[in-house]
């Protein structure tokens, strides 16, 4: 089968800045995203376990799938935006059928 | 002072503080018992529409009091300077970073709806009445203290202030502001007839639910308290030392604004206790470089357990004496 | 008239109404303001099963009257029909496309619980009676539009039928479908007995769980109303001038079929609503080139928002009025 | 004898069976029906919470019983002996491999809290009183089997004890556990003055919440059935005959320890009972090598189903033909 | 450590239609699936945050691994299967130790 | 955007065993781990959605962002403590900025 080679950008970030990030998406000309809801983990700042009624620490999980271009300028955009934050980033490869659609 | 201990002793045998204990226990204990999340939300949203309508229905059959206004006042002072007492103390006894400091001075300046509430349940419970509008007041508390406490950041922090218009919003349109206060209002239009029609949702099971959230309150404060390297000696301290003195000031201004004693314990009340909702969000969002897990712990597993247990009481014989009831 | 503008008023003052408001108010100014999804649900299935015990222990301690049979019938035949009138207006005045307008269409033969329910509460309030069986009519005029919704999008499209088992397992074994009718016919069973066992659970708080609800609505509406481009000014006329019209409709059957003042307003309402569970699901599934944001917009923030304001007292005043009470 | 078939028609008819019967036909017909999980677990959670308190307060109203510590120790020895019954038949009757009916083993000798609830409820329905302490011996008889499931499996494993202290932590610190003893504690501190202040949540809509819940228990029964290949006849009688037995067995020492019929009822249920929450998750842990889909099928899907609708006016009618009342 | 490849399919499609994806994993001869609840995106559709009530616009995340084959085919029926719906596909490289198991 | 080589491992295991596991991932060295929840899924021991309040069969996704290195003697350790349970375990590539944080 056919496919098109595109790039997975996964960024988790604490729920209060989602909206920021994903604002961000949608300047650089992402098609879509999708969120997801961690449920704990551990990093520099130390462990969570849900939010905790405060909803400070949650995490949440975006994924974007982009073009090698855009997914480009947005890494670049998000590490600055978000060098304050507590948050990882990381991007891998993935194939798609539909190319328009990314 | 031997009422003071009897009273103290009602309250730590009251099913309210029983279930905070068993849920501090257990998680000390590591058991697995947990409530889910969107429950305890749930329920936190039912405390603030409830107490908000009853507040609102209580000032609709009372009537506006001619010291309503003055209160009003004197709490939005107190969420605006308590903070800068709290930041001197975190700094000099906690030996925080002045970053760290100003975080956690907000979340004293603001107030904990869950104490307030277990307050205004120990005086129903001994028959102490109180002002309807002192609901109004507690939402009128919440937000001032963010201000201060970014303020307080600010002179130590070297970056352009960006994202300070998500910060302002996030702070006067926090949920629970706007549900507080929009249950308030609509208590206060709906009256007594509204009063009744939605009664038995909002007062009968009260303070069942309150008895089920105190157990999470109790399992996220031990919890918080073991996961932790954050919490010093000087720490601990503070979370201490903070609410006697603010809840001294307060029933201090609170019986010379004229309140009555109950008025008066839970303005001593509302000083003492720390946020642990609308201010987390807030100083995750505009100060990030200040570490979560020290103003967490501090206000849920120091200053939360000892308000509940021993300060509630503590105030109200407080406000006893300078009242003079 | 000077009546209807009273009970609109009464109606626009009642706590679920306010509530409405503070959640469509909250959600505009963009506060984050919000209800855990599993309890909105949860809330969902409380209000789906006490209204369905309710009707059914009504049932059973009135007896089946005369005039349900045909009621009945009546209310599956406007399920069936309303959408051809519905699909009409919805390419004339909204300017639709085929299949986004056989989308529509079934939503408005289908009926809205919540609409229902807070309708419901509102005769209560005024102490107009109706016939307990309206909640099985209801019940039965969930499913039958989304059958004519279907017969109206396939005469556009060029494609098999793939998956058309599925749509119709998803229609009549759809979750609100089965708990409302299995609740009406255990409440039946039970009778005066059983909701003595189960009305501290399903009766005492429903006004106020109801509320609550009704404040998750207003924050879903104005959520849509803010987040969507799908809204023309021809979209949103359709989504006042459709209930107007389904309302006047059922007040007019219901009036011939000799229901009660009350149970014809109910007829109106069950009309005049469109669905925002049972269709929205079943139209993903079998017609998914049509747009959910339109369908779900104009059910949601329009017609939701106007039959609860000021749909309900007005279908009222008409039934009153035609039935001469 | 007629007696006893009048009971069973009168629990069968019951609001609480009936709802747990729409839950399973919904399921059974693939209807998408559900309960969100976290309500699920949630009122599981209630469930424990006011069970326990409930019991508590009573016994602190009626006092303590002479024949309290007889019943405790016999419930105690019921579920650690229990699964060696068990073990034989889930061998012999059933076919299990070794690990396979350790693991089921260990459920029988558990309690389920649902069951246990829904026979009070029933008892109290006829108006049969019986020990409040019961509860404190249904929550003793939760972990004794656990540890007598896993010395059976033991037998048959080549492995070192890894997470072995896991194990036990997670026996006697699991949450149910945990949170029934907790409540009993309160409830019994407490007495009739905590009592009247929780019981419009923990007493008023008990019932209705209990009907609530088993909608979702016959949910996830024929869920279970509909979706296993795990169930073989041997199996499926397995799943009914040990609960025949085990409330025979329970139903005599009951009586033999001087219960009252109401009690000796519950001792039996007790005993014919098979956990579904606390025994699971252990043996998930410490012996994963057994399969769920057959200790989690047979619990849930067929000794469950029995005994609320058949088992419990059956053990009743045993308890009060043997005590003679 | 000695490891074997294998694909990683990722589908995020409409609630309504997983029984359909599911159903089709099996029929394939997929050793397995794990579901994922999304709490919202964005997509060609426009914006949608949790479900909202009516669960029409809820998206699942399904995650298959499986061998080359198995996943090629898998693709293929499902770009069929779901070409009318509101879905997206991608597929990236994953190293597994058990290779039995997939 | 300069970028840096990392492993990402990935592990579906019954939720009892979670801590287990991420005791495991502190002892390595990882210097982080994020966790999910699944809502159901199909393997060797068949179907299971959801906990169904026993709990039992809820399975919880665990992502780790690590060095090669670190991802491999996680690999190994994590292989033979879970051998005998129920999980999955895969690994793949991804690229990060922050060289430091992992
Ligand atoms: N480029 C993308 N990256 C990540 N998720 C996407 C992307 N495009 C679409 N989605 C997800 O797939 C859903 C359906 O997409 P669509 O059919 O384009 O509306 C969206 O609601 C998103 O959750
Ligand atoms: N190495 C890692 N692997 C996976 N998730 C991580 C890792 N490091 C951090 N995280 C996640 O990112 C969140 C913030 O990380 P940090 O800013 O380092 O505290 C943590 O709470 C984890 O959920
Ligand atoms: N091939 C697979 N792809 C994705 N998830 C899988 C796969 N096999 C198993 N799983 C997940 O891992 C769990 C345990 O697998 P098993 O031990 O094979 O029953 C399953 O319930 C699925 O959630
Ligand atoms: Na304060
Ligand atoms: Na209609
Ligand atoms: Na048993």
Redesign the interface.
Known sequence: MQTHTRKKLEIIVDSPLVPRVTALIDRIGATGYTLFQSIGGRGAEGDWREDQLTGAQQKILIKVIAGEETANRLLENLSGELERYSCIIYVSTVEVIRAGKF | MLDAVAMAGSNL???MV??FV?GF??AM??????????????I???LM?AIG?KGGASLASHGVDATMIGVAAAGIAMSFLLPMLAFILARGLARLSPIDAAAVAAHYGSISIVTFVSASEFLR?LGVSFEGYMVAVMALMETPAIISGLWLARRYLQ?PDS?RG?VL??VF???SV??LT??FI?GA??GTK?MT??????D??????L??FL???GL?AA??LR????ISPGLAAFGILMPLIGGAIGVLIGSVMGLSPGGTALFGVLSASAS??AV??A???AL??A???VY?TVS?AITFPFNLTVGIPLYLAAARWITGA
């Open positions: 045998l009251s099913p029983l279930f068993l226990l257990a204990a590591r058991s697995d018992l947990s409530i889910p999340e969107p429950i305890a939300k749930a936190s949203l039912y529409l309508f419970m970056r994202g998500q919003h996030e349109l926090n949920g706007v549900l929009g249950a609509i239009v709906s509204g029609t939605v009664a038995p949702f909002i009968a099971p009260f303070k069942g639910v008895c089920f157990l999470d309150m996220i919890n918080r996961g932790t390297r954050a642990y909702i987390p969000a100083m995750r969002l990030p470089e570490n979560p897990a967490l849920l």
